[in-house]
């Protein structure tokens, strides 16, 4: 069964300044997509960006990027020039791209942004 | 946005009385999903469906059952709620047949079972 782990419960990190949340999942599959959505105060689950394991350039999205090792099976997500508007919960998740399409996600890291 | 709507929004109901959430999409996505969302648990997945009348359990199924009768409206029952079910509970839709894999979201359902 496929597993994704983030092991930071609370990150905080100055407006302007650049943070890396952690996460690492456990698959035996090769063919897979991962996944950080955001969760504000809304609720409302909003995709950040997403990484393809068959494609080994790190996926970029304006100021949010990915630093993906797929041997090691980390996905990490740096947040550079953070704003007060990135505050929220940062969710790590898995889906395989062969046969069964569950989704799985990690436990989140709640962010801070210190003005 | 994609069209997936949560029904109710926000529900109280009492110990032992079944409760029923609705999901519906107008996406025609293939895969649907019921989690739970608890602080400190991130989102859980209770169960989920890869197709009409074809569905399977999460991590998070005791008490919990589920129906798909149509590829549009995936339906949450539980059975008996209890005091431990007051969660927030969010459907999603994916299909990797649209192209770009992609979780779709709904806007969540708040229930207190008192």
């Known amino acids: 069964a496929q597993t994704v782990t983030q092991s930071q419960p609370e990150m905080s990190v100055q407006e302007a300044e650049t943070v890396t949340l952690s996460c690492t999942y456990d698959?035996?599959?090769?063919?897979?997509?991962l996944f950080w959505y955001k969760q504000p105060p809304s609720r409302q689950m909003i995709l950040v960006i997403r990484?393809?394991?068959?494609?080994?350039q790190n996926a970029t999205e304006n100021r949010f990027s990915v630093n993906f090792q797929k041997a090691a099976k980390s996905f990490s997500l740096k947040i550079s020039d953070s704003q007060l508007g990135d505050a929220a919960m940062y969710f790590c998740a898995y889906i395989s791209n062969f046969g069964n399409e569950k989704l799985t996600f990690g436990t989140g890291t709640r962010l801070t942004i210190i003005p | 946005d994609a069209g997936i709507t949560q029904s109710p929004r926000h529900k109280v109901t009492e110990t032992g009385t079944p409760v029923t959430l609705r999901c519906h999409q107008t996406e025609n996505h293939r895969y649907m999903y019921w989690y739970r969302q608890d602080p400190g648990h991130g989102l859980r997945l209770i169960h989920y469906?890869?197709?009409?009348?074809?569905?399977d359990k999460g991590e998070v199924s005791d008490g919990y059952s589920v129906s798909r009768s149509k590829t549009e409206d995936f339906l949450l029952t539980l059975e008996s709620a209890t005091s431990s079910q007051t969660s927030v509970y969010f459907c999603a839709i994916s299909d990797s047949r649209q192209g770009n894999t992609e979780a779709f979201f709904g806007q969540g359902t708040r229930l207190t079972v008192v």
């Open positions: 698959t035996s599959e090769s063919d897979y997509y």
């Open positions: 469906s890869y197709g009409v009348k074809d569905t």
């Open positions: 990484q393809e394991a068959y494609k080994q």
